[in-house]
């Protein structure tokens, strides 16, 4: 064809998806210090995990642990890290606590129904954008799901009885805020986490809104997490992967050979 057409092509390598990976050290930097050529690690990336060979800042990486397979380590620093720190640090649950996911079907929901349960949640509640979606929520442990629609705060306030839910962990922007707000508890925790919605995001409840239901909206975002405290996110992973490794926690992983 024309000689033109070469300029449709890109100038500059694409860019390479995967939020984490696992492996072993091939090289470190200057000044790493902790961290060897040959060494078993996990490591967050953000971008660029789906590759052969992968920058990983060694703020963002620690040992595999022991007896705990690559496939599995990998998987764990996105849906495991995230499910421990919105149920521990930004949730801050206490035992007996009555908790509330929406997408309970998803890695994340499957993830934190583990550790609602270790934690020692109470009641643990779910919802989903179908009923297709339901059973493979209550198979992940969750006592009662509620599929998504009108009478979606009814439903939650029926599974959850007069007082209300404890902790609610939403990933569906501010599309469900009414509903979270309407079915909370006095002290409520509401830790919003992802845009799974796509919309435009509403604004927060006003001020007095939260001070008359004794109530906190929380955000949480993994790559935030990586940027903005990486010591955080390095004590998070080892926890998660020490859990895994115990056999305290599990996740099933999907083998996909090859990328083509």
Known sequence: GDHRDLHSFPTRPLPISGLEVAGVVYAVGAGVKDLSAGQRVTAFTGDGGLAEFVNADAGHTILTPEGLGDEVAAAATGVLVSAAVLVDDLGRRRAGETVLVHGAAGGVGHAVAQYARLRGAGRLLGTVG????????????????ATRGPDLAADIRAAAGDRGVDLILDPQGTTLLDVDLAVAAPGARIVLFGNAAGTALDALPPLGSLMGGLLSVTGFSLAALAARDPAWLQAALARELADLASGAVTLEVTLVDGLV
Request: hydrophobic fraction near 45%.
């Open 130 to 145: 179908g009923s297709a979606r339901a059973e493979a929520a209550r198979r992940a442990g969750y006592d009662a799901v």
